[in-house]
């Protein structure tokens, strides 16, 4: 059993920065993939990004490579995403997810309760 806990949304203009944290806690958490999803109203959700449990492998959605980074501290079982250049599109709920595969996250099995970003001026 994991839990995990999004923090760090928020509103910020165009252009901008912010970084999400998601806390995980349970046991052998650091054998699960975890990713970075979001929904916004009217959309389905999106996975956004996932890194292995390693942190030596990560994959990006094409609407956020360049702008968006995921990095994984072991030691403190937390995972983050920083984003950059912040476009209103961006807007949506966050999600992070664990996903037993070690290496993608087609299929998490235990999900944060969200964090709002709104891009906005």
């Known amino acids: 059993q994991l839990q995990l806990v999004e923090s760090g949304g928020g509103l910020v203009q165009p252009g901008g920065s912010l970084r999400l944290s998601c806390a995980v806690s349970?046991?052998?958490?650091?054998?699960?993939?975890i990713g970075w999803f979001r929904r916004s109203p009217g959309k389905e959700r999106e996975e956004v990004t996932c890194?292995?449990?390693?942190?030596?492998?990560?994959s990006y959605a094409d609407s956020v490579k360049g702008r968006f980074t995921i990095s994984r501290d072991t030691a403190k079982n937390t995972v983050y995403l920083q984003m950059n250049s912040l476009k209103p599109e961006d807007t949506a709920v966050y999600y992070c997810a664990a996903d037993p595969r070690q290496t993608m996250c087609v299929s998490p099995n235990y999900w944060g309760p969200g964090t709002q970003v709104t891009v906005s001026s």
């Open positions: 349970g046991l052998a958490a650091e054998y699960y993939a």
């Open positions: 890194i292995s449990s390693s942190g030596s492998r990560a």
